[in-house]
């Protein structure tokens, strides 16, 4: 059965990282970045595209998925290679795979005050970071040391802004609606 697939692709605030959208959802529920073919045993449409060169992450969510790339490849190849795999994968690709526990789960599982922050993400940061093609997960709350511990996704994690502009966004909203000591720090993935 063909599929008639109709895309855009948009530039993101990171030159490493182009957002792709699709008229087709590539996943239904939540959201997930994969660094690696390793890490994506349920989504074989992800395993193809990490074999394209240059690929270095995949952030997929809801019509979207963001390709990283290593800033060796040139993008109008990355970018019709990426398209031939959606096309050739689109019609096999379940878009309510599930990697790992699924969004409302982990948040069921967090303690309140990192509910708290992360539904002050939802209404203030987040909205902004996933249309550049990312998303941020709070990993932790440290109340002796006041600090969060935040984790870029998508285009967030290789992105200049995220570092500098993005995090001092997210330190401000949580000063005013959480705690007006808190601190903001990000982990890498490596340290996880």
């Known amino acids: 059965m063909a599929i008639d697939l109709k895309y855009f692709i948009q530039p993101t605030p ?3 990282a182009m957002k792709f959208i699709f008229n087709k959802d590539v996943k239904t529920r ?3 970045t994969y660094g690696g073919p390793d890490e994506c045993e349920q989504n074989p449409m992800a395993k193809t595209l990490f074999k394209i060169p240059h690929v270095i992450k995949l952030h997929f969510f809801e019509n979207v998925i963001t390709v990283s790339q290593n800033g060796d490849g040139d993008w109008d190849d990355i970018e019709d290679d990426v398209i031939d795999v959606v096309t050739d994968t689109i019609a096999e690709h379940d878009p309510n795979f599930k990697e790992g526990i699924d969004e409302e789960e982990r948040r069921a599982q967090l303690p309140e005050k990192v509910r708290q922050i992360e539904e002050i993400l939802d ?6 970071l996933q249309g550049d093609g990312g998303d941020i ?11 969060v511990f935040v984790q870029y ?14 995090l001092m966004a997210i330190k401000n909203f949580l000063r005013d609606e959480f705690d007006p000591d808190v601190e903001v720090e990000t982990i890498e993935e490596a340290m996880l």
């Open 14 to 16: 990171n030159p490493l």
């Open 153 to 166: 996704q998508g285009a967030c994690t290789t992105c200049p802004s995220s570092s500098l502009g993005t």
């Open 30 to 32: 939540g959201k997930v």
């Open 137 to 147: 997960v709070v990993r932790s709350y440290d109340e002796d040391q006041n600090k």
């Open 123 to 128: 209404r203030t940061i987040r909205p902004g």
